[in-house]
Protein backbone atom coordinates (compact mmCIF):
# COMPACT_ATOMS: atom_id res chain seq x y z
CA UNK A 1 0.00 0.00 0.00
CA UNK A 2 3.04 2.29 1.14
CA UNK A 3 6.48 2.25 0.21
CA UNK A 4 8.65 4.68 1.41
CA UNK A 5 12.18 4.20 -0.25
CA UNK A 6 15.09 6.28 1.45
CA UNK A 7 13.25 9.07 2.45
CA UNK A 8 14.96 12.54 4.06
CA UNK A 9 13.26 16.32 4.68
CA UNK A 10 14.92 18.63 5.98
CA UNK A 11 13.19 22.69 7.24
CA UNK A 12 15.08 25.44 5.99
CA UNK A 13 14.68 28.61 8.97
CA UNK A 14 16.43 31.90 8.53
CA UNK A 15 16.45 34.69 6.19
CA UNK A 16 17.03 34.15 2.57
CA UNK A 17 20.73 34.24 1.48
CA UNK A 18 21.08 32.77 5.03
CA UNK A 19 19.05 30.07 5.44
CA UNK A 20 20.06 27.09 7.58
CA UNK A 21 18.93 23.36 6.93
CA UNK A 22 17.59 21.43 9.84
CA UNK A 23 17.55 17.74 8.72
CA UNK A 24 14.25 16.37 10.17
CA UNK A 25 14.01 12.62 8.70
CA UNK A 26 17.31 11.02 7.51
CA UNK A 27 16.32 8.27 4.96
CA UNK A 28 13.58 6.33 5.71
CA UNK A 29 12.71 3.48 4.03
CA UNK A 30 9.66 2.25 4.87
CA UNK A 31 7.19 -0.88 3.39
CA UNK A 32 3.15 -0.70 4.99
CA UNK A 33 0.59 -3.15 3.16
CA UNK A 34 -2.49 -3.51 1.95
CA UNK A 35 -5.02 -4.02 5.43
CA UNK A 36 -2.14 -3.20 7.98
CA UNK A 37 -2.67 -1.00 10.88
CA UNK A 38 0.47 0.60 11.78
CA UNK A 39 1.59 3.05 14.53
CA UNK A 40 4.45 5.39 14.50
CA UNK A 41 5.57 6.34 17.56
CA UNK A 42 8.54 7.81 18.70
CA UNK A 43 9.30 11.56 21.33
CA UNK A 44 8.22 14.91 20.78
CA UNK A 45 9.96 16.35 17.66
CA UNK A 46 10.84 12.82 16.40
CA UNK A 47 9.66 13.67 12.95
CA UNK A 48 6.54 11.76 13.38
CA UNK A 49 4.24 14.40 11.93
CA UNK A 50 6.58 15.20 9.48
CA UNK A 51 6.38 11.81 8.38
CA UNK A 52 2.45 11.62 8.12
CA UNK A 53 2.62 15.20 5.90
CA UNK A 54 5.22 14.03 3.31
CA UNK A 55 2.48 10.41 2.90
CA UNK A 56 0.22 13.57 2.54
CA UNK A 57 1.44 15.44 0.23
CA UNK A 58 1.73 18.44 2.07
CA UNK A 59 5.53 18.51 2.55
CA UNK A 60 7.56 17.89 -0.58
CA UNK A 61 10.34 15.26 -0.07
CA UNK A 62 14.02 16.49 -0.39
CA UNK A 63 14.92 13.05 -1.51
CA UNK A 64 13.48 9.63 -1.75
CA UNK A 65 10.84 8.10 -3.16
CA UNK A 66 7.35 7.46 -2.14
CA UNK A 67 4.53 5.17 -3.92
CA UNK A 68 1.14 5.02 -2.24
CA UNK A 69 -1.88 2.21 -4.07
CA UNK A 70 0.96 1.20 -7.09
CA UNK A 71 1.04 5.25 -7.62
CA UNK A 72 4.33 6.67 -7.79
CA UNK A 73 3.86 10.39 -5.99
CA UNK A 74 7.06 11.69 -5.21
CA UNK A 75 7.03 14.39 -8.35
CA UNK A 76 3.28 14.94 -7.91
CA UNK A 77 2.19 18.78 -8.26
CA UNK A 78 -0.27 20.66 -5.38
CA UNK A 79 -3.10 19.60 -8.16
CA UNK A 80 -1.84 16.11 -8.66
CA UNK A 81 -1.86 15.43 -5.03
CA UNK A 82 -5.54 17.29 -4.34
CA UNK A 83 -6.83 14.45 -6.77
CA UNK A 84 -4.83 11.64 -5.49
CA UNK A 85 -6.21 12.75 -2.05
CA UNK A 86 -9.48 12.27 -3.07
CA UNK A 87 -9.57 9.38 -4.43
CA UNK A 88 -6.97 7.50 -2.28
CA UNK A 89 -6.58 8.74 1.03
CA UNK A 90 -8.77 9.67 4.27
CA UNK A 91 -7.41 12.08 6.97
CA UNK A 92 -8.54 11.67 11.15
CA UNK A 93 -6.62 14.36 13.10
CA UNK A 94 -6.52 15.34 17.25
CA UNK A 95 -8.21 18.41 16.47
CA UNK A 96 -11.04 16.94 14.13
CA UNK A 97 -10.43 19.59 11.57
CA UNK A 98 -13.99 20.27 10.84
CA UNK A 99 -15.08 23.21 9.43
CA UNK A 100 -16.91 24.93 12.19
CA UNK A 101 -19.94 26.96 10.20
CA UNK A 102 -20.80 23.95 8.30
CA UNK A 103 -23.28 21.18 9.84
CA UNK A 104 -22.04 18.34 10.69
CA UNK A 105 -23.49 16.59 7.15
CA UNK A 106 -21.90 19.64 4.98
CA UNK A 107 -18.20 18.69 6.70
CA UNK A 108 -19.21 15.04 5.84
CA UNK A 109 -20.36 15.97 2.31
CA UNK A 110 -17.68 18.25 1.59
CA UNK A 111 -15.08 15.48 -0.55
CA UNK A 112 -18.19 14.40 -2.85
CA UNK A 113 -18.73 18.27 -3.54
CA UNK A 114 -15.44 18.53 -4.29
CA UNK A 115 -15.59 15.51 -6.71
CA UNK A 116 -18.63 16.77 -8.36
CA UNK A 117 -20.91 13.82 -7.20
CA UNK A 118 -24.46 14.86 -8.45
CA UNK A 119 -26.40 15.95 -5.36
CA UNK A 120 -28.82 13.36 -5.00
CA UNK A 121 -26.11 10.55 -4.65
CA UNK A 122 -24.44 13.12 -2.16
CA UNK A 123 -27.54 12.71 -0.03
CA UNK A 124 -27.71 9.22 -0.55
CA UNK A 125 -24.05 8.56 0.91
CA UNK A 126 -24.43 10.86 4.09
CA UNK A 127 -27.44 9.35 5.00
CA UNK A 128 -25.81 6.16 5.01
CA UNK A 129 -22.53 7.27 6.30
CA UNK A 130 -24.22 8.93 9.64
CA UNK A 131 -25.60 5.50 10.22
CA UNK A 132 -22.35 3.63 9.91
CA UNK A 133 -21.36 5.72 12.68
CA UNK A 134 -23.69 6.12 14.66
CA UNK A 135 -24.76 9.90 14.41
CA UNK A 136 -28.56 9.63 13.57
CA UNK A 137 -29.94 12.78 13.99
CA UNK A 138 -26.81 14.87 14.49
CA UNK A 139 -26.76 15.72 10.73
CA UNK A 140 -27.77 19.71 11.64
CA UNK A 141 -25.61 20.15 14.16
CA UNK A 142 -22.35 22.14 13.97
CA UNK A 143 -19.51 21.22 15.54
CA UNK A 144 -19.61 23.13 18.22
CA UNK A 145 -23.09 21.75 19.30
CA UNK A 146 -21.33 18.20 19.49
CA UNK A 147 -18.90 16.54 22.00
CA UNK A 148 -15.51 15.24 20.84
CA UNK A 149 -16.29 11.64 20.18
CA UNK A 150 -19.35 13.28 18.12
CA UNK A 151 -17.36 15.58 16.46
CA UNK A 152 -14.45 12.70 15.92
CA UNK A 153 -17.08 10.39 14.11
CA UNK A 154 -18.41 13.37 11.87
CA UNK A 155 -14.72 13.70 10.96
CA UNK A 156 -14.20 9.42 10.66
CA UNK A 157 -17.16 9.72 8.14
CA UNK A 158 -15.51 12.60 6.65
CA UNK A 159 -12.63 10.35 5.86
CA UNK A 160 -14.86 7.33 4.75
CA UNK A 161 -17.27 8.73 2.83
CA UNK A 162 -14.79 8.41 -0.52
CA UNK A 163 -13.93 4.61 0.43
CA UNK A 164 -10.64 5.21 0.67
CA UNK A 165 -8.01 2.21 1.02
CA UNK A 166 -5.74 4.37 3.52
CA UNK A 167 -6.54 6.17 6.63
CA UNK A 168 -3.66 8.49 7.46
CA UNK A 169 -4.74 9.51 11.63
CA UNK A 170 -2.55 12.42 13.23
CA UNK A 171 -3.01 11.64 17.29
CA UNK A 172 -6.41 10.40 16.45
CA UNK A 173 -7.23 9.97 20.26
CA UNK A 174 -5.77 12.89 22.01
CA UNK A 175 -8.86 14.88 22.25
CA UNK A 176 -10.68 12.02 23.68
CA UNK A 177 -11.57 10.59 27.36
CA UNK A 178 -10.23 6.85 27.69
CA UNK A 179 -14.35 5.60 27.37
CA UNK A 180 -14.45 7.57 23.50
CA UNK A 181 -10.65 6.64 22.66
CA UNK A 182 -11.86 2.89 23.30
CA UNK A 183 -14.90 3.12 21.11
CA UNK A 184 -12.98 5.04 18.65
CA UNK A 185 -10.00 2.79 18.66
CA UNK A 186 -12.45 -0.54 18.01
CA UNK A 187 -14.31 1.34 15.43
CA UNK A 188 -10.61 1.69 14.01
CA UNK A 189 -10.59 -2.15 14.45
CA UNK A 190 -13.62 -2.62 13.03
CA UNK A 191 -12.69 -1.00 9.51
CA UNK A 192 -9.79 -2.65 9.16
CA UNK A 193 -11.15 -5.77 9.67
CA UNK A 194 -14.40 -5.84 7.90
CA UNK A 195 -13.81 -3.49 4.96
CA UNK A 196 -9.71 -3.74 4.84
CA UNK A 197 -8.73 -0.15 5.06
CA UNK A 198 -4.97 0.41 5.94
CA UNK A 199 -4.40 2.49 8.73
CA UNK A 200 -1.22 4.46 9.91
CA UNK A 201 -1.36 6.06 13.09
CA UNK A 202 0.87 8.45 14.87
CA UNK A 203 0.14 8.42 18.64
CA UNK A 204 2.14 8.92 21.85
CA UNK A 205 -0.50 6.12 23.10
CA UNK A 206 0.17 2.78 24.19
CA UNK A 207 -3.57 2.16 23.52
CA UNK A 208 -3.17 3.41 19.91
CA UNK A 209 0.20 1.28 19.63
CA UNK A 210 -1.45 -2.20 21.32
CA UNK A 211 -4.21 -2.39 18.42
CA UNK A 212 -1.43 -2.17 15.60
CA UNK A 213 -0.09 -4.98 13.53
CA UNK A 214 3.05 -3.14 13.53
CA UNK A 215 4.65 -0.25 15.56
CA UNK A 216 7.46 1.97 14.12
CA UNK A 217 9.87 3.82 16.20
CA UNK A 218 11.05 6.66 15.43
CA UNK A 219 14.09 8.29 16.66
CA UNK A 220 15.87 11.41 15.78
CA UNK A 221 14.31 11.23 12.30
CA UNK A 222 15.28 7.61 11.45
CA UNK A 223 13.53 4.74 12.05
CA UNK A 224 15.47 3.01 15.07
CA UNK A 225 17.04 0.03 14.08
CA UNK A 226 15.48 -3.56 16.41
CA UNK A 227 12.09 -1.16 17.11
CA UNK A 228 9.71 -2.35 14.45
CA UNK A 229 7.29 -4.86 15.87
CA UNK A 230 6.14 -7.47 13.85
N1 LIG B 1 7.63 24.17 9.25
C1 LIG B 1 8.69 23.86 10.00
N2 LIG B 1 9.81 24.63 9.95
C2 LIG B 1 10.91 24.32 10.69
N3 LIG B 1 10.96 23.25 11.52
C3 LIG B 1 9.87 22.46 11.62
C4 LIG B 1 8.68 22.73 10.88
N4 LIG B 1 7.77 21.77 11.18
C5 LIG B 1 8.36 20.95 12.08
N5 LIG B 1 9.61 21.36 12.34
C6 LIG B 1 10.57 20.70 13.25
O1 LIG B 1 10.73 19.36 12.82
C7 LIG B 1 10.92 18.49 13.93
C8 LIG B 1 9.97 17.32 13.79
O2 LIG B 1 8.63 17.80 13.94
P1 LIG B 1 7.37 16.83 13.90
O3 LIG B 1 6.17 17.68 14.09
O4 LIG B 1 7.44 15.96 12.72
O5 LIG B 1 7.65 15.95 15.21
P2 LIG B 1 6.68 14.94 15.97
O6 LIG B 1 7.49 13.70 16.21
O7 LIG B 1 5.40 14.78 15.24
O8 LIG B 1 6.46 15.73 17.33
P3 LIG B 1 5.19 15.75 18.32
O9 LIG B 1 5.12 14.37 18.92
O10 LIG B 1 5.59 16.78 19.34
O11 LIG B 1 3.99 16.12 17.54
C9 LIG B 1 10.73 19.34 15.16
O12 LIG B 1 12.01 19.63 15.68
C10 LIG B 1 10.06 20.60 14.68
O13 LIG B 1 10.46 21.71 15.42
Same mark, same amino acid.
Given at each position: ???????? @???????? &????????????????????????? #??? #?????? *? *?????????????? =?????? %?? $??????????? !?????????????????? $?? /?????? +??????????? !??????????????? &???? @???????? &??????????????? +? +???? /??? +? $? #?????? $???? *??????? =????????????? @?? %?????? /????? !???? #? !??????? /??
Amino acid at each position: MIKVEQLS @HSFYIGKK &GKQKEIPILKDINLSIKSGEIISIV #GKS #GSGKST *L *LNLMSGYLKPVKGR =LVIADT %DV $TEYSEAEWADF !RLNHLGFIFQSFQLIPSM $TA /AQNVEL +PLVMKGIPEKV !RKQKVEEIFERVSLQ &GYEE @HYPSELSG &GQQQRVSIARALIVN +P +PLIL /ADE +P $T #GSLDSE $TEEE *LLSFIKK =LNKEEGITFVIVT @HD %DEVASI /ADRTI !RLDD #G !RISKGAV /AV
